[in-house]
């Protein structure tokens, strides 16, 4: 199973999948976990990515598109994967599309989230995650027990440098999935769409109802 996760920025993508690959096994990639394990390590595509993820703009096709091809390569992505933040747009859906026919595979679902954007706004603004493990929080929406602690592994908890008001402006216009590329997963007849205001555990049975899970 090939799943693809849509949606803007803050619409609970990252915080679905992680539960939804709990209960699925599936490999869970994240682009903008990529990106930012490339700039904390101060690797070469994390000094190029972060001059485009400072501004709340896309990182160039070419360099998104080989990180993620030359991810799913490997043996762990080779019977599934939960892709979050990926594709963004009909050149990156057409170039997973290519790498996946190539050796017989194929995505099987879209999973489309949404929220309006004032909602979005403070979900952004209220979100910690952990140092360590990645794992989502929100102050008012989902805390975790004990202020800027991870529940899951005690490590600290910070905010996103890209959660600052003014870069999340820019995201809002420039981050959220274009009608082409929902369009073709509308075609192939594997988007299904999602009320994203929902509470986190009636939108991960929602989202899991439609993987049949
Ligand atoms: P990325 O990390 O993918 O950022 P994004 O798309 O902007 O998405 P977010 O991670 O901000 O939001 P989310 O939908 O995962 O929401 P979350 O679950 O955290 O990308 C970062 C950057 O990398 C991009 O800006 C770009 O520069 C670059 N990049 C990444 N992919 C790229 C690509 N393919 N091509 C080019 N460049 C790329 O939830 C948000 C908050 O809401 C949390 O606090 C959570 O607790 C809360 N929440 C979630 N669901 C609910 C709910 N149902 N009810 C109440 N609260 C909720």
């Known amino acids: 199973m090939f799943v693809v996760l849509l949606g803007p920025p803050g619409a609970g993508k990252g915080t679905q999948a992680q539960r939804m690959v709990v209960e699925t096994g599936l490999l869970h990639l994240s682009t903008g976990d990529m990106f930012r394990e ?15 993820m400072d501004k709340g703009e896309l990182v160039p096709d070419e360099v998104t598109i080989n990180m993620i091809l030359d991810r799913i390569s490997r043996q762990d992505a080779a019977s ?7 594709p963004r747009n009909l050149i990156q859906a057409r170039a997973l599309d290519d ?37 989502v929080y929100h102050e008012k929406n989902d805390p975790p027990e004990k202020v800027g602690v991870c529940d899951s592994c005690s490590s600290d908890l910070y905010q996103r440098d890209d ?12 981050m959220k999935p274009p009608s082409d590329l929902i369009n073709h997963y509308k075609d192939s007849g594997l988007l299904s769409e999602f009320d994203g205001t929902r509470g986190l555990d009636e939108v991960t049975a929602d989202l899991l109802g439609v993987l049949q899970l």
């Open 163 to 174: 959660d600052q008001a003014d870069v999340v402006r820019s995201r809002l216009k420039t």
């Open 80 to 86: 599934g994967a939960m892709f979050d933040g990926f």
């Open 99 to 135: 790498a996946l026919d190539d050796r017989g595979n194929a995505i099987s679902h879209a999973l489309l989230i949404s929220v309006p954007d004032e909602e979005l706004i403070l979900r952004l603004s209220g979100r910690w995650l952990c140092r360590e493990c990645g794992a």
């Open 38 to 52: 490339n700039v904390k390590n101060n690797t070469e595509l994390g000094l190029l990515a972060m001059t485009f």
